[in-house]
């Protein structure tokens, strides 16, 4: 972490907070009313060294589970137009300006994934935490959900080898244009992204 990505991070978040209060009370309220009341989606994921943080994001899926199998649906069935709005405006990342005020996260970094992707990482690919996961990052404004895995990762350590103050600020006003133009918010064929299910070892036997 350069010096003054702390300070950067609570330079802008803290105003954030404030700025996009009626915003998220809009949000709450719409979620509330999809999900029966409620509205705030509280999941751990791994952080700064792998370490697990409790993330928040306004809840745009419901809970609807098959009769059947007593499964949760398909995320596709799961996500209401309400909720796809708030994902493609991205006002559902809202109360993360919560875990960068509380260090948990940063403004810029490789976005906070599932626990149980840890064991299927690859060496080359686990040195993501290595820095804090971000709001946005490199990745995001290079494809978001629209690119694979594989490509998405080597984004992710291209970021924690080049991280600086100047590569900070040119993701976060390319974020800007990113989320105003609503690009890359799902994978082909999907709701969001599809679930990561480790690497295929190289052929010629080296590691990743």
């Known amino acids: 972490m350069y010096p003054g990505k702390r300070l950067l991070d609570l330079a802008v978040a803290l105003p954030l907070v404030v ?63 309400v909720g796809g709005w708030l994902r493609a405006t991205s006002l559902d990342e809202l109360p993360q300006l919560w875990n960068i005020v509380r260090g948990d996260m940063s403004l810029v970094g490789p976005r906070p994934l599932l626990p149980q992707y840890l064991p299927l990482y690859s060496p080359a690919q686990a040195r993501r935490h290595l820095v804090r996961p971000g709001l946005t990052g490199w990745a995001q404004v290079n494809g978001r959900n629209a690119i694979g895995w ?43 992204m599809p679930p990561f299910r480790g690497s295929a070892p190289p052929k010629d036997g080296t590691s990743r």
Do not use: C
């Open 19 to 81: 700025l996009t209060a009626p915003l998220l009370a809009l949000g709450a309220v719409l979620v509330a009313r999809q999900n029966g009341g409620a509205w705030l989606f509280r999941q751990q994921r791994p952080g700064l060294g792998g370490r697990l943080f409790g993330l928040y994001k306004l809840q745009t899926m419901t809970s609807a589970h098959d009769p059947a199998t007593g499964q949760l649906l398909p995320d596709a069935q799961r996500l209401p137009p």
């Open 150 to 192: 594989e490509e998405k990762f080597a984004l992710d350590a291209w970021y924690v080898d080049h991280e600086s103050l100047g590569l900070d600020l040119r993701i976060l006003w390319r974020t800007a244009g990113r989320v105003l133009g609503r690009r890359g918010i799902a994978a082909a064929g999907e709701a969001t």
